[in-house]
T-cell receptor, first 113, second 114 residues
Framework: EPEVTQTPSHQVTQMGQEVILRCVPI?????FYWYRQILGQKVEFLVS????????KSEIFDDQFSVERPDGSNFTLKIRSTKLEDSAMYFCASSAPASGGYTFGSGTRLTVV | GENVEHHPSTLSVQEGDSAVIKCTYSDSASNYFPWYKQELGKGPQLIID?????GEKKDQRIAVTLNKTAKHFSLHITETQPEDSAVYFCAAVWGMNRDDKIIFGKGTRLHILP
């Protein structure tokens, strides 16, 4: 069964450093998303991406965040200057136009120290 | 704003019994309601979904019912098994476009007791 692949599975970074979280969505999907989950809390929407541009973003997704689809397969989330409160699991997801569901990756655990 | 609430937040059932998790949502424009199961260390996995033009959907031991008037939908798991232990998230999707964001509830932790 097709999967959404995320790398790395765990990333530790120092406060103020830039991080890039990588995702390979399912190949025929056209819509891409990033979500985050702070430990023990609910999954929160960050951003959706379609046709090479952001289609919607949440209040969490401020100027420190950016997304990119640098080639035909990768979808990246960049946090320019990490803060302690950015520590969370970050999930990438993708969906196809006519399908009923969103497929999530296994997540990247980001720890900012 | 958009809001999805789980009831209860924690649920323990004896193995073999049924489990029911209910979610309420705030925006009547929601038209798609997926349920996700999240096991420790893994991403949310879609287990069943329902659209607003359908009242009930079943897939083996799992079923979902939707009451649009009351703005709630429920996940039903019958003949529960130990592997059903997980956190279950309901979600609601607003709008008709496929790039609309999912709004998740806070989740229900389901414990299956031996």
């Amino acid at each position: 069964e097709p999967e959404v692949t995320q790398t790395p599975s765990h990333q530790v970074t120092q406060m103020g450093q830039e991080v890039i979280l990588r995702c390979v969505p399912i190949s025929n999907h056209l819509y891409f998303y990033w979500y985050r989950q702070i430990l023990g809390q609910k999954v929160e929407f960050l951003v959706s991406f379609y046709n090479n541009e952001i289609s919607e973003k949440s209040e969490i997704f401020d100027d420190q965040f950016s997304v990119e689809r640098p080639d035909g397969s990768n979808f990246t989330l960049k946090i320019r200057s990490t803060k302690l409160e950015d520590s969370a699991m970050y999930f990438c997801a993708s969906s196809a136009p006519a399908s009923g569901g969103y497929t999530f990756g296994s997540g990247t655990r980001l720890t900012v120290v | 704003g958009e809001n999805v609430e789980h009831h209860p937040s924690t649920l323990s059932v004896q193995e073999g019994d049924s489990a029911v998790i209910k979610c309420t949502y705030s925006d009547s424009a929601s038209n798609y309601f997926p349920w996700y199961k999240q096991e420790l260390g893994k991403g949310p996995q879609l287990i069943i979904d329902i659209r607003s033009n359908v009242g009930e959907k079943k897939d083996q031991r799992i079923a979902v019912t939707l009451n649009k008037t009351a703005k709630h939908f429920s996940l039903h798991i019958t003949e529960t098994q130990p592997e059903d232990s997980a956190v279950y998230f309901c979600a609601a999707v607003w709008g008709m476009n496929r790039d609309d964001k999912i709004i998740f509830g806070k989740g229900t932790r389901l414990h299956i007791l031996p």
